[in-house]
């Protein structure tokens, strides 16, 4: 009786595309979705920066000034990071 239900099942799938419900985790409904990559890929925007530094070698986005700042400040403090080679375990 189960190689007759299995015999259904299998023409079921190949007529109607079915997967058998047998309690079984397929992933199927995950890979029916549309796929989205390319969607997402077109809401984030290329960012301008490595264009920006190649036109104008002096570019220096808000951030990374924001970063100097706070680097010039810490090293006036004496709080900055070590100079190369001058670390913590450096012998």
Excluded: D
């Excluded at 979705?33 to 530094?53: D, K, N, S």
């Excluded at 990374?64 to 913590?88: F, I, T, V």
């Amino acid at each position: 009786m189960a190689s007759k239900a299995a015999r259904i099942a299998s023409v079921a799938h190949q007529i109607f595309g079915t997967l058998p419900n047998r309690g079984v985790r397929t992933g199927h409904q995950i890979l029916k979705r549309p796929l989205t990559g390319a969607y997402e890929a077109r809401f984030y925007m290329e960012p301008i920066e490595p264009a920006a530094r190649v036109t104008l070698p002096t570019y220096t986005s808000e951030l990374q000034e924001r970063r100097l700042a706070k680097l010039r400040m810490l090293r006036q403090r004496g709080k900055g990071p070590p100079k190369k080679g001058s670390g913590k375990r450096s012998k």
